[in-house]
């Protein structure tokens, strides 16, 4: 049985006034509405611009509305590979799905380098002195020495 997404129905559309409908603005929000993910089940929520809080219809979970100008970050969780939601600035993100507590990096904490040996893309935290490739398992060096250190890991 399919579980309803609203608790009230949608009311009708006005009429039209003209053929010409404006494009969305940019920030997410429609109109009088915005949207944010549900804390609980990660469903997408609109609310009324100027709520402080929404109730989820699906899971009843009551999410916190960021202040408007909230400048917000996205990540990927480490332990569900699940798109998390920030306010930029975090150190770090709990996710609500798996509980991992992920690192938040700005990007200019985060470095870029090429694995050693399947030269798949990496990217570490700056400062880091190597990087594990979860491709090949090969450890490259990344440090301000020149000299290569890098080995592969049989696991």
Known sequence: MPVPLAPYPTPPAPPLASAYTPPPPANGSTGGQS???????????????????????????????????????????????????????????QCS???????????????HVNCGSCKMLLMYQYGARSVKCAVCSFITSVGGSTSTTDQKLNT
């Open 97 to 111: 799905c798996c509980h991992t507590v992920n690192l938040a990096l700005e990007a200019n904490q985060v470095a």
């Open 35 to 93: 949207q944010l993910v549900c804390s609980g089940c990660r469903n997408l929520l609109m609310y009324p611009v100027g709520a402080t809080s929404v109730c989820c219809a699906v899971c009843n979970a009551v999410t916190a509305v960021p202040p408007p100008g909230t400048e917000m970050a996205q990540l990927v969780c480490a332990g569900c590979h699940t798109l998390l939601m920030y306010i930029r600035g975090a150190t770090s993100v």
